[in-house]
């Protein structure tokens, strides 16, 4: 399978700057993959109507951490560091950019309106440097949120970036699935009889990172660490026996679930997962799934394709574009039934 065949023409005004306010006054497209029809409903509360009592909508509770530090190495440069994570104490796998004439040892000054902090640069592995910071220190205290470099200006309010049900802080990226839910929308589906089930998934390099082979089936995901409560698993498979639908709000909810499948179940339990999905592939967990409009050629929208079918998803994309929806983190949704 080749990567150039999940390429397509994306005008960079569709690109979203901003997210709609309120935030479920985004548009919403609905694909039927059993028969091909294509909805548009103009405001994504009305998913409402679309779900049904006793069906279950699984949330990925990440909150993204001021990862993204804007420094000086001693040597007087401007630096930026994205730290991936801490693999000890006081230590930190990094992305550096830009990323030449970095030498092991050298320092770089993070500063912001909370003062300055330190670091020394101790290692590299790969493309990633390890970060040295003082002991007990919190660097994230001098970083922002790291925004996608599609989106060009900082946001207006950076919890924009953040979604309404945010609790359990490490990722790298938001769940941008889940940024179209209000917390009225989520008390009316729990009137409705919708089961609201939490599940978390640290987004981290696997689920942004670009493919960068030809042959998609060579291409390796990073390891990204996900947990499942017992009772989050119980509730998902309760719907599973009673044939209620799972619906997985993201790709990364997704990516958890079937990482964590025996059978038509989920077992509960934090482990790493570096599950590709891609055209082939045999969902066992998930019956329908809540997704933003992907980049071109990206993991998320293989994994698209790969629960609805290559040439629905381009179908529904070339007509989102002439409709003028919105594209990527802060653009528009689909509900794929």
Not at 46 to 57: D, K, T
Not at 62 to 78: R, S
Not at 257 to 274: C, K
Not at 326 to 332: A, E, H
């Amino acid at each position: 399978m080749k990567l150039s065949e999940f390429l397509y023409e994306l005008p960079p005004e569709l690109i979203a700057q901003n997210g709609a306010e309120p935030r479920d006054s985004s548009r919403l497209l609905v694909l039927h993959r059993k028969d091909g029809r294509i909805e548009h409903l103009p405001a994504f509360r009305e998913i409402i109507n679309l779900i049904e009592p006793g069906e279950v909508l699984v949330l990925n509770d990440t909150e993204v951490i001021p990862a993204k530090l804007k420094g000086v190495k001693d040597t007087g440069g401007k630096i930026e560091a994205l730290l991936v994570r801490e693999v000890e104490e006081g230590v930190y796998e990094a992305l550096l950019r830009p990323g030449r004439r970095i030498d092991v040892g050298r320092k770089i000054r993070f500063s912001s309106d909370k003062g300055e902090i330190f670091c020394e640069i101790i290692g590299r592995e790969g493309k990633k440097w390890l970060l040295q910071f003082p002991p007990g220190a919190s660097p994230f205290q001098f970083g922002e949120l790291p925004l996608p470099p599609y989106i060009k200006e900082p946001l207006r309010e950076p919890e924009r970036y953040q979604t309404v049900y945010a609790r359990k802080s490490g990722s790298l990226a938001a769940p941008t699935a889940g940024l179209h839910f209000t917390l009225p929308l989520l008390e009316a589906l729990r009137n409705k009889g919708v089961e609201i089930v939490y599940i978390t998934l640290k987004v981290g390099l696997g689920t942004f990172q670009p493919i960068r082979v030809e042959n998609v089936e060579e291409h390796k995901m990073e390891e990204e660490e996900y947990e499942i409560s017992e009772e989050s698993a119980r509730r998902i498979n309760e719907a599973k026996k009673r044939g209620s639908r799972v619906i997985a709000v993201g790709t990364t909810v997704t990516r958890a679930l079937e990482s964590s499948a025996s059978g038509n179940f989920v077992i509960p339990g934090r482990r790493r997962t570096s599950l590709f999905i891609y055209p082939g592939y045999e969902f066992k967990i998930i019956d329908a799934l809540i997704t933003n409009f992907h980049l071109p050629a990206s993991t998320p929208l293989l994994l698209t394709c790969a629960f609805a079918g290559k040439e629905l998803v381009f179908k529904a994309y070339e007509e989102a574009k002439k409709l003028g929806y919105r594209f990527l983190s802060l653009g528009d949704a689909m509900f794929i039934v």
